[in-house]
């Protein structure tokens, strides 16, 4: 079976977590004997075609837009995109489509219309969710792409429970056509290094009697990252000033920064900017508890990359965490936006060491069992055989 996917992110583009899902999931469907041939935008020095792990890959120009307006530059990118598509539609025979989230959307419908192939959509996120209803303009252009999207796909995939009734109520998908496929890891690729100076990179970012704690992810509103600055005075109290908290992504720090010295906690805190897959794998392990207090998460990728590092994890209960995380068996879940009971699940883990690791060891048996991208791919093109099953009834 050959399948075209379109994304508008893929490695070495790392926006965010999509690029990771479709580097992990599709090289295991290629072994299952399927050939994907994967549609994205350019990036730097990657070339315009190639072949990794078994995918063909396919990497557009897109035209700039106008003062960075991101609705014209989605429009441009869907031109680019279906221009590609077209043409390898025009000289291959391919199966089915396969697309991720509404950025790409009109570029799928429109080779889904031009060619009759059945089209599968994996909504990783929604407008509403993440903004907690649609507020403008431009929200209310994105919703109704995510609407047209499912109704046009035979078949919707989703990351969670949570976005299974998400993707129902707020897009309107029918839920016979919805499939709840939890993500993946691959574990091994969070492994410390032979060679690794462990307290050479500790001492760099806290003193030998300084706990870590670190949240790593986009510098989003939804992330609840300001509930994480405002539980940190309750935890530096309690742990008498022995803590440092570390926050790794890009994007405008500056309100939180600003927060951080309003609160007096500003040398207890650390902002790395960007930080690279390799430089974050070496930091994970030498950190002591990892914190997510999303208002917002369809599924919490971020969780199981801490799985993988052997890190206790403490997350809010927003979404999807809470079926990623089993509180109490393979971290602690606390309540969304509520600094007291964030601070709560971080000092139990801080103050109780051999809990900690009972946490981890748990967690980290839950990637193979839960989480495995073999499995992942097993349960993915099962909905392939569904989709064209439905599409030979028609």
């Not at 291959?92 to 009109?106: G, N, T």
């Not at 290094?193 to 307290?199: A, G």
Request: aromatic share 10%.
């Amino acid at each position: 079976m050959k399948i075209l996917v379109l994304t508008w992110e893929f490695p070495p583009r790392l926006i965010g977590g999509i690029s990771r899902h479709c580097a992990e999931l599709y090289p295991e469907i290629t072994k299952l004997g399927y050939e994907i041939h994967l549609v994205t935008i350019e990036v730097g020095l990657a070339p315009a075609y190639e072949i990794i792990d078994g995918i063909h890959i396919y990497r557009v120009e897109v035209e700039p837009s106008p003062r960075d307006h991101l609705l014209t530059w989605i429009s441009n990118m869907n031109t680019s995109l279906q221009e590609q598509a077209q043409l390898l539609v025009a000289s291959q025979q391919f199966d089915l489509i396969h697309v991720h989230d509404w950025l790409v959307a009109k570029a799928a419908i429109a080779i889904k219309n031009i060619t009759g192939l059945p089209l599968i959509a994996t909504i990783h996120a929604t407008e509403y969710g993440r903004h907690q209803g649609i507020h403008n303009y431009d929200s209310e252009q994105i919703h109704q792409q995510e609407r047209d999207l499912v109704q046009e796909a035979v078949q919707t995939i989703v990351c969670s429970k949570y976005m299974h009734w998400e993707v129902d109520e707020v897009l309107g998908c029918p839920p016979d056509n919805i499939h709840t496929i939890y993500n993946g890891i691959k574990p091994e690729k969070k492994q410390r290094p032979q060679d690794f100076d462990f307290w050479s990179l500790r001492r760099s970012f806290a003193t030998d009697h300084e706990k870590i704690i670190y949240y790593v992810g986009r510098m989003t509103p939804e992330k609840g990252i300001f509930v994480l600055l405002n539980a940190a005075s309750n935890v530096l109290w309690e742990m008498e000033g022995r803590v440092k908290i570390v926050f790794v992504g890009g994007g405008n720090t500056d309100q939180l920064k600003s927060r951080a010295w309003d609160l007096g906690i500003w040398d207890k805190c650390f902002f790395t900017g960007f930080m690279s897959d390799s430089d974050l794998d070496k930091f994970q392990t030498v950190a002591d508890c990892a914190v997510f207090p999303s208002l917002y998460e369809p599924f919490g990728i971020v969780a199981l990359e801490s799985f993988a590092s052997h890190v206790p994890v403490v997350v809010s209960d927003a979404g999807g965490l809470p079926e990623v995380v089993r509180h109490g068996q393979t971290g602690i879940v606390t309540w969304k936006n509520n600094p007291e009971s964030l601070a709560w699940g971080i000092l139990e883990v801080l103050r109780n060491p051999s809990y900690a690791k009972w946490l981890t060891d748990n967690a980290y048996d839950e990637l193979r069992l839960r989480f495995n991208w073999a499995d992942i791919a097993q349960q993915t093109t099962k909905v392939y055989r569904l989709a064209l099953a439905k599409a030979d009834l028609k």
